[in-house]
């Protein structure tokens, strides 16, 4: 069955530290790769998304993304994260094979910026 | 433009009740999406619609849970009767075609006691 899998539940961090959320997916076609923030008391915001083309991609508020066909990867960075980036982060995969519109989100990682 | 516009925000009931909630999604979005966020669960996909079509209803919980999309703008997520382990926030979320990101409503956050 397809599976995203984020590494970390639970990150904390002091401000101006970065940051490197990782994500893994499991499926083997083409794939639509998104990270969604979602901040205390939200709901969930699109970070940045890739499609095609160059495999690393920015998002807003500082954050980019890198995919890894090879390793079925598509970590979030973030060279120096603020306080306001505290908020959690979900990795989700569209498998494009399946012309579905369905995402398949990862269990989510809380990102905790100490001031 | 308008988002995903969902109702109510809040909803505090008691257990047996039922209970319903409501979506708009984005004005021309084919696809509309039901998801229900707990601290212990996570998000969770109930299930979805393509051109007003229940599509994947695999992640219902139980009878209990019904959704509807009688047109392009209007969905309804009910639970009859409702219980108080249903408790959560629930998410409607609408995305134009396959593949683009989803555009998430504010939630619903229904408390059964």
């Known amino acids: 069955a397809q599976s995203v899998s984020q590494h970390n539940h639970h990150v904390i961090l002091s401000e101006a530290a970065s940051l490197e959320l990782g994500c893994n997916y499991s499926?083997?076609?083409?794939?639509?790769l998104f990270w969604y923030v979602q901040y205390p008391g939200q709901h969930l915001q699109l970070l940045l998304k890739?499609?095609?083309?160059?495999?690393l991609v920015k998002g807003i508020k500082g954050f980019e993304a890198e995919f890894i066909k090879s390793k079925f990867s598509f970590n979030l960075r973030k060279p120096s994260v603020q306080w306001s980036d505290t908020a959690e982060y979900f990795c989700?995969?569209?498998?494009?094979?399946?012309?579905?519109?369905?995402?398949?989100f990862g269990q989510g990682t809380t990102l905790q910026v100490k001031p | 433009d308008a988002g995903v516009i969902q109702s109510p925000r809040h909803e505090v009931t008691e257990m047996g009740q039922e209970v319903t909630l409501r979506c708009k999604p984005i004005?021309?979005?084919?696809?509309l999406f039901w998801y229900r966020q707990t601290m212990m669960r996570g998000l969770e996909l109930l299930i979805y619609?393509?051109?007003?079509?229940?599509?994947?209803d695999s992640g219902m919980p139980e009878d209990r849970f019904s959704a509807k999309m009688p047109n392009a703008s209007f969905s309804t997520l009910k639970i009859q009767p409702s219980e108080p382990r249903d408790s959560a926030v629930y998410f409607c979320?609408?995305?134009?075609?396959?593949?683009?990101?989803?555009?998430f409503g504010d939630g619903t956050r229904l408390s059964i006691l």
């Open positions: 979320a609408s995305t134009p075609t396959a593949g683009q990101p989803q555009h």
């Open positions: 499926y083997g076609g083409t794939v639509n």
């Open positions: 890739y499609f095609s083309g160059d495999p």
């Open positions: 989700a995969v569209n498998p494009l094979g399946r012309n579905t519109g369905k995402l398949i």
């Open positions: 004005s021309g979005h084919d696809y």
């Open positions: 619609f393509n051109n007003n079509v229940p599509i994947d």
